[in-house]
């Protein structure tokens, strides 16, 4: 039988996972936009997940809004079923 990994430990390797396909594809993030990704990453890892919830709590709806536009959405979405699959 194969150990169960940890689930903050899939979450950053699925992540890597993620970024490489992003760059392989030529989509590139802002220093700031990496560093939200980053917090979105800890928010699936601690939880399962991240939403709109999630950020309004935190105080940093309109900041990552900001970096992001609309584009926000369809990231958030990607990232919980990449992340937590």
Do not use: C
Not at 46 to 52: C, F, I, K, P, T
Not at 66 to 82: H, I, Q, R, S, V
């Amino acid at each position: 039988t194969t150990p169960l990994e940890p689930f903050e430990e899939h979450v950053r390797q699925r992540f890597a996972s993620w970024l490489e396909q992003k760059r392989a594809a030529e989509i590139t993030f802002t220093a700031d936009q990496f560093a939200w990704l980053e917090k979105m990453r800890d928010y699936v890892s601690a939880s399962g997940s991240v939403d709109r919830e999630h950020l309004e709590a935190d105080n940093v709806l309109g900041p990552i809004y900001k970096a992001f536009g609309e584009k926000l959405w369809p990231l958030m979405d990607e990232l919980n079923l990449t992340l937590a699959a």
